[in-house]
């Protein structure tokens, strides 16, 4: 087993199958200003541009060590795509929604004409060919995007679909749906594009946003109606506090669940979810990987090994100013773990 690629062992990790050690990637955003400046790939060009995306991403393995490549940098592509106005954000702040286009009903909702078209989602796909073509086959190629829940709050503003979903459930589940149809198809597209993973960011989806009781009956059958309809191994990422709603993640049929360091135990996070997905994470992005110093993240990450995560990776995206070195302490001491 000492002979694993690096994408059967991703892949074997977040199939619940036996792997020589646990991999170590991030399955949120990777863009980091430094890598930027060494490569000469910075934001927000690197948003727009598939050989700038590529070769960022690219950096994030070859000089950060992390074992696999994930695009894009944002949670926008295809919420600009659909209708949405973006903000293309800063060298090291990322892209943001600015205006929605059914901020009060959905009169007029409709589907682009030619969705994978449309917008920088053109940009991903070949962004993820050149990567495809450029590290080979063996080294997993992760597709990032927005989940069906970001994305429905996204088209409809966070204020509206908050109020719809308690006093206007059809406008609620019907926004719902529309995303969870633009997702399916933009994540099919990039599995064909060439990546191995499909990576749904969904804060949206939070109990610090949305209530367990919501989740289990309105999120959780588009989910899984997500999960189920995508042609790849998939990941979901909720931010902060998920253990009122980790059971209920764990029947949404992604391989993976990725988690901050909100939930607190592994151990009891893992008897959660037993069989039914794997744990990535939860290194802090903001209070470990950020400031540092190697030796914090070193334990930590040891730690979080020794408790028994599958994937080892920041709890959420990397902060843009986080430095290599620290990127590159993770897989250290992952390495001294096994030593």
């Not at 930027?36 to 727009?48: I, K, L, Q, R, T």
């Not at 600015?98 to 030619?114: F, R, S, V």
């Not at 893992?270 to 110093?293: C, D, M, W, Y």
């Amino acid at each position: 087993m000492s002979d694993m690629t690096l994408k059967e062992r991703l892949l074997n990790a977040l199939e619940g199958k036996q792997v020589d050690k646990v991999p170590v990637c991030s399955v949120t955003q990777t863009g980091v200003v430094e890598l930027m400046d060494e490569v000469g790939a910075p934001w927000p060009e690197a948003h727009s541009d598939a050989g700038l995306m590529a070769k960022l991403a690219i950096a994030t393995h070859e000089l950060g060590g992390l074992e696999a490549v994930r695009v894009p940098y944002c949670l926008t592509v295809l919420a600009e795509a659909m209708g949405c106005e973006v903000n293309m954000g800063t060298k090291n702040r990322q892209p943001s929604v600015t205006a929605h286009p059914y901020p009060k009903d959905l009169e007029g909702l409709k589907m682009p004409d030619n969705l994978l078209g449309t917008g920088r989602i053109p940009v991903v796909l070949e962004a993820i060919k050149i990567i495809r073509e450029k590290v080979g086959p063996d080294v997993p190629v992760i597709g990032g995007m927005e989940g069906p829940v970001t994305l429905a709050s996204d088209l409809s503003s966070v204020k509206s679909f908050m109020k719809w979903s308690i006093k206007k459930p059809d406008l609620f589940e019907r926004i719902l749906d529309f995303a969870a149809e633009g997702t399916v198809v933009y994540a099919n597209a990039m599995v064909e594009a060439g990546a191995d993973i499909i990576s749904v960011a969904d804060p949206v989806a939070s109990p610090d946003l949305m209530s367990p009781d919501t989740f289990k009956t309105e999120l959780e059958p588009r989910l899984q109606k997500f999960s189920s309809s995508v042609n790849s191994v998939t990941v979901l990422h909720v931010c902060g506090n998920v253990n009122p709603i980790l059971n209920y993640m764990a029947d949404c049929g992604f391989e993976g669940l990725s988690v901050e360091e909100k939930i607190g135990s592994i151990k009891k996070a893992k008897e959660v979810l037993g069989t039914r997905a794997r744990l990535v994470g939860n290194i802090s992005s903001p209070f470990t990987l950020l400031p540092g110093p190697v030796d914090k993240i070193k334990a930590e990450s040891k730690q979080a090994l020794a408790d028994g995560v599958d994937v080892l990776a920041p709890g959420c995206g990397i902060a843009p100013m986080t430095s290599v070195a620290n990127i590159k302490a993770m897989v250290e001491s992952r390495d001294e773990y096994y030593a």
